[in-house]
């Protein structure tokens, strides 16, 4: 699993152990938390803060997941649609992830023109005259 620490620790060319060192951490509680074996919202916010003044970052920019962009590649469209959907219903704070009603990029439903998605139904206000 990729965190947001993990990416962090490899953009500047660190290690666990290096982190560990400037925090007074143990590198094991290091890579736990940037494996994902120990949950970011489990840790206590000190040790947080701890990591994030060894990155340079704030905690902030560790707890919180970037935002998906629009047409970002790096970022499947049907987690940017799952995200979307997330942010309309719950605004930011979403309770967790769930699945992505986009089965799959071959789904024949995720490039289907509203026309085509909607043929063969009738109008909603038909039945009321």
Known sequence: MQTTLTSLIKE???T????????GLQARTVRMIATGETPIDRVTVGTVRQIADALGVTAA???EPAL????DP???RSDRLAHAIREVMWGTAA??????PVESPDDPLAHAEPADFFSGTGAIDADRG
């Open 12 to 14: 500047r060319g660190q």
């Open 16 to 23: 666990y152990a290096s982190i560990a060192h400037r925090t």
């Open 61 to 63: 920019e560790l707890i």
């Open 68 to 71: 998906p962009q629009p047409g």
């Open 74 to 76: 790096a970022v499947s």
């Open 95 to 100: 309770p967790e992830a769930y699945p992505s």
